[in-house]
Nanobody, 115 residues
Framework: QVQLVESGGGLVQAGGSLRLSCAASGIMFKLNRMGWYRQAPGQQRELVANIISGGTTNYADSVKGRFTISRDNVKNLVYLQMQTLQPEDTAVYYC?????????WGKGTLVTVSS
């Protein structure tokens, strides 16, 4: 059974930092592309960043230079280091992977950035 469990969200002031973590189980983690998405109130879910098994990363333009995605293939963890957070980064952040022909999501972790 595939499980993705996010943690690390919270309330932070503008300009601050947070690190999100996603613990994955039930997949061949080191072979899987892992991603972070976010969904703000009233908005569609959007890609924030993803990282493939070899470590190549991809970022949304809105977070380039501020967010860093990384992975630990021993601990089956994927991280999202977020710096210089802005109020527009406020959203529920979801961990994502594609495995066995299915798309999997965690339950999400809320990030709130106050101005």
């Amino acid at each position: 059974q595939v499980q993705l469990v996010e943690s690390g969200g919270g309330l932070v002031q503008a300009g601050g930092s947070l690190r999100l973590s996603c613990a994955a189980s039930g997949i061949m983690f080191k072979l899987n592309r892992m991603g972070w998405y976010r969904q703000a109130p009233g908005q569609q879910r959007e890609l924030v960043a993803n990282i493939i098994s070899g470590g190549t990363t991809n970022y949304a333009d809105s977070v380039k230079g501020r967010f860093t995605i990384s992975r630990d293939n021993v601990k089956n963890l994927v991280y999202l280091q977020m710096q210089t957070l802005q109020p527009e980064d406020t959203a529920v952040y979801y961990c994502n992977t594609w495995y066995g022909g299915m798309n999997y999501w965690g339950k999400g972790t809320l990030v709130t950035v106050s101005s």
